[in-house]
């Protein structure tokens, strides 16, 4: 029977109790998704105990509009971790996870501050600290990170490199859509006319020679593009469509 804790103290004290299990988490923002879905089927696999956290982040927000819109679906998010066969499900609130505001936060050093890191200024510092929490508070044995978010999963394996979290990083493959387009809680927000546009962000990351003539190719589809550039062996980049912030990312050809 799933189990939701909305109370950090309350989560805390349980999870001290907890001895001689393996345990695992996915960290989310809800808005669950055959994405997420692939991360809570390997944690389930791989632990005795699944927990998934739900925590709408606002620290990692540089757009007061883009938090403010991000779909919140928590009914439906529990029925499917339910299916799933999930034990935990930590919810905390704002003020449980931020007591005394965002006063102190994970500064990552000025070479991380690339791509998102640049194009959305404070969004890894504010991943990197609410992470932090999250992990110290499910002291997990495993916690597992989608590929998609490239730079965030690198990030944070490197956090707990660096801080000595007792916790392995496990890095999930990309889920996409028959059509190429990875999945992503803000594909809900494309207006249905652009729905079909989407998935040429795959199609030309992987069919392009280089970043410029990806760059081009996108921009001559529509879309406004804020990035796309070679890094870790991986082409990343990020546009937007309508509006909506699009990130994906694909293996350079050698
Ligand atoms: O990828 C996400 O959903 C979020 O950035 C994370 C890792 C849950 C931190 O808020």
């Not at 992987?206 to 082409?235: I, K």
Request: hydrophobic share 45%; with cysteine.
């Amino acid at each position: 029977m799933i189990r939701v804790w909305r109370s950090v103290p309350k989560w805390a004290g349980w999870r001290a109790g907890v001895t001689g299990m393996s345990v695992g988490v996915v960290p989310t923002m809800g808005a669950l998704h055959r994405g997420h879905a692939s991360l809570v089927e390997r944690c389930r696999r791989e632990n005795d105990i699944a927990v998934v956290t739900i925590f709408v982040n606002p620290s990692q927000f540089n757009d007061p509009q883009d938090l403010e819109r991000y779909p919140r679906t928590m009914e439906a998010d529990l029925k499917l971790l339910e299916s799933l066969g999930v034990d935990e499900v930590l919810v905390p609130g704002v003020s449980e996870m931020y007591p005394n505001g965002y006063r102190l936060r994970v500064e990552p050093h000025p070479e991380m501050l690339v791509l998102e890191g640049m194009h959305r200024p404070g969004f890894l510092q504010g991943v990197l600290t609410v992470v932090l929490k999250l992990l110290n508070l499910v002291r997990a044995d495993r916690a597992y990170f989608g590929e998609k978010d490239y730079q965030q999963m690198r990030a944070v394996a490197e956090l707990v490199r660096e801080f000595f979290i007792p916790t392995e990083i496990v890095a999930c493959p990309t889920v996409r859509e028959p059509s190429g387009l990875a999945m992503s809680s803000r594909n809900q927000l494309l207006p249905a006319a652009s729905r079909g546009n989407a998935p040429a962000l795959y199609r030309i990351l992987t069919g392009s020679e280089t970043p410029a003539a990806a760059r081009a190719a996108l921009e001559a589809h529509g879309f406004q593009v804020d990035y796309v550039e070679d890094r870790w062996d991986r082409r990343l980049a990020a546009v937007f469509l309508d509006g909506i912030r699009l990130v994906d990312n694909v293996p350079v050809r050698k």
